[in-house]
């Protein structure tokens, strides 16, 4: 469709991170080198395969360094978690397993039934209640399930990554044993700015001001008080190697790492952040400025931080959405640090990466709405793709 309207004599600008749509195009713009306040230049230009031969590109590197991964595909631990005759929207009264101690991709086009099979009906199971099928088997192998899907960490733009991940509890403990603090008689409680004590009252701690346009949408702009730091002055004079709490919130998670390195349940955070591909995000920066897949991403470092079992079930719903290739790797060696411990992860997901990295694939189809909803194929990624019966399948060769 897309070649079609550019047929016509169309322009077609597409923010893309899919390797197939980026080998049809007529011109690609790489931009980087990497995210955040270390992107924003353009890196490399040209079709796919001259980026391929441009050292600067990130796109061209990740593609000339790619490799195929042997996978050893996992077992499992023999157990299973079975759904029974599901029949809810358009699943045709389809019996499933899924293998426990798994990396388990649940794939197909667009409306065939995996969402539904997978939040509506099997995530409902744990608590007893079958909703949209005959009834489920297996949840007593599991100790705790997790679903991490799609919507908004917080509507509130006061929660940001280090309220987020519990690293803001630590740092401002760390600030309130400063010297400078004590001296001050300040608490852990005057570090902050969700609270009175030491943050500025004229913005109650957001750094930023609305300012009324009449007949037009209201404008934030830099507290004039605070001139953005959140805080009172006082608070601001405690410094740790030369940062203030204000400087701290203004880092990105990676320019941190050094500066946190001694303190361990700080720097393990910073750590996994970084592992994943999330640190050039900012500490301060709002949870509501988040994407789809940044914001799946930091609720796996969280439920990770906080894990005391290796028995839990993790559902996720597409988490490589809008990833680069690079990302997706990334993503993929969490998830795998995930099945290794011990625990089983179900991903909804058409990323043929994670499909292939996967130990077992469950495909529905063959089309969308009423015409999907039944069982195609089940197996290895190598038998999926085997499978004439598979959509999916032709994509893995």
Not at 95 to 104: A, I, K, N
Not at 121 to 149: N, R
Not at 270 to 295: A, D, M, P
Not at 380 to 390: H, L, R, V, Y
Request: net charge negative.
């Amino acid at each position: 469709m897309m070649k079609q309207l550019r047929d016509f004599g169309n322009t077609l600008l597409v923010i893309e991170h899919d390797v197939d749509v980026m080998k049809e195009a007529d011109y690609i713009i790489d931009m980087g080198p990497s995210a955040g306040h270390l992107g924003g230049a353009v890196v490399g230009e040209g079709t796919l395969l001259e980026l391929m031969e441009q050292e600067s590109s990130v796109t061209g590197a990740f593609l000339r360094n790619r490799s195929e991964r042997k996978c050893q595909r996992r077992k499992g631990t023999g157990e299973y978690l079975t759904v029974y005759h599901a029949h809810k929207h358009n699943l045709k009264n389809i019996t499933v397993s899924f293998p426990l101690g798994c990396l388990v991709s649940v794939t197909g086009v667009s409306g065939s039934g995996k969402s539904t099979l997978v939040f509506d009906v099997l995530a409902e199971g744990e608590s007893g209640v079958h909703q949209g099928c005959e009834k489920i088997i297996g949840f007593e192998a599991i100790d705790k399930m997790i679903t991490v899907g799609q919507s908004p960490l917080s509507r509130m733009k006061r929660s940001n990554i280090a309220t987020y991940t519990d690293v803001f509890t630590h740092i401002r403990n760390l600030y309130a044993n400063l010297p400078e603090a004590k001296n001050n008689h300040l608490s852990a409680k005057d570090f902050s700015f969700n609270s009175p004590g030491g943050r500025c009252e004229n913005c109650q701690g957001m750094g930023m001001v609305s300012l009324v346009m009449h007949f037009l949408p209201e404008q934030e702009v830099e507290c004039p008080v605070c001139r953005g730091k959140r805080f009172e002055e006082k608070v601001l004079k405690a410094k740790y190697k030369g940062y203030s709490i204000s400087d701290i919130l203004d880092l990105s998670i990676e320019e941190s790492l050094p500066i946190f390195e001694d303190h361990r349940k700080i720097s393990s955070v910073i750590q996994l952040l970084c592992e994943i591909g999330l640190g050039y995000l900012k500490w301060g920066q709002s949870l509501t400025t988040l994407s789809g897949g940044e914001g799946q991403r930091l609720k796996l470092v969280k439920e990770l931080k906080n894990q005391t079992t290796n028995r839990t079930l993790f559902l996720l719903d597409e988490p490589t959405v809008g990833l680069h290739p690079a990302d997706v790797h990334k993503l993929l060696v969490l998830l795998h640090k995930l099945v290794d411990a011990g625990n089983t992860v179900i991903v909804v997901e058409h990323n043929s990466e994670i499909i292939r990295s996967s130990d077992w694939v469950i495909d529905l189809g063959p089309e969308g709405g009423n015409d999907g909803g039944m069982v195609m194929a089940e197996g290895t990624p190598e038998e999926i793709a085997s499978n004439p019966n598979s959509y999916t399948g032709r994509f893995l060769i």
